[in-house]
């Protein structure tokens, strides 16, 4: 069935399940995802398939917020999403996942953080899983924590991600940073200057727990 989910009356096909998810094939599409996202629907134990490279329009703004994060799972398909980001803090394709699932999506453009948090993929994750995501576009945070894949991670996963562009911040990292509750730095998952092409790491919430990073 279709699903309603904006007053501008764009609207997604699928029901959301995980064999008929919704599907996102312009870039209006994807605004009204955010859209419906930064308007209380968490898509909890829904699915979400990319159909098409997008490029992102203007009215396109970083998927979940701090008090609506986005909760499903969204599968990129292997396509690319080209956004160009300018925030004050949390730029990325996604601001805020908890509980979320994210595989499969390319990501190009640019992602500018005014302050913190700038990571192509997520800006910041809490409990989520991203796979098989690659980067390829500028991330920048002028301040702090930015993150080809992930600019601050607090649980979960990052399998077999790429990021082969530039990372810049006070403390930028190829990968991902996470604030370890025990300490003032963040844990290393790959240095910026390594520009690791492939990593896996897991971050787990206990603050003892060394990040385990395996480079291939």
Do not use: H, W
Request: aromatic share 8%; hydrophobic share 40%.
């Amino acid at each position: 069935g279709l699903m309603c989910i904006t007053a501008s009356a764009t609207v997604l096909s699928g029901s959301g399940t995980k064999d008929d998810p919704y599907r996102i094939t312009t870039p209006a599409e994807l605004s009204a995802f955010s859209t419906a996202v930064a308007d209380g629907n968490s898509f909890s134990g829904k699915f979400i398939v990319v159909e098409n490279n997008i490029n992102a329009d203007n009215s396109f703004k970083p998927i979940g917020t701090e008090a609506t994060p986005f909760k499903g799972t969204f599968n990129g398909n292997g396509k690319t999403i080209n956004a160009d980001i300018e925030t004050d803090n949390y730029a990325g394709l996604f601001a805020f996942t908890n509980g979320a699932v994210i595989s499969g999506v390319t990501v190009t453009g640019n992602f500018y953080s005014v302050v913190d948090y700038a990571g192509a993929i997520v800006a910041f994750a809490n409990d989520t899983v991203i796979e098989n995501c690659s980067n390829n576009a500028s991330v920048t945070a002028d301040n702090q924590y930015a993150g080809g894949i992930a600019a601050y991670i607090a649980s979960g996963e990052i399998i077999s991600c790429t990021s082969s562009s530039p990372v810049s911040a006070a403390e930028g990292y190829m990968i991902a940073t996470r604030q370890a509750l025990s300490k003032e730095e963040p844990i290393q998952t790959g240095r910026i200057q390594t520009l690791s092409k492939n990593v896996t790491a897991t971050v787990r919430k206990e603050p003892e727990d060394v990040v385990e990073l395996a480079k291939k």
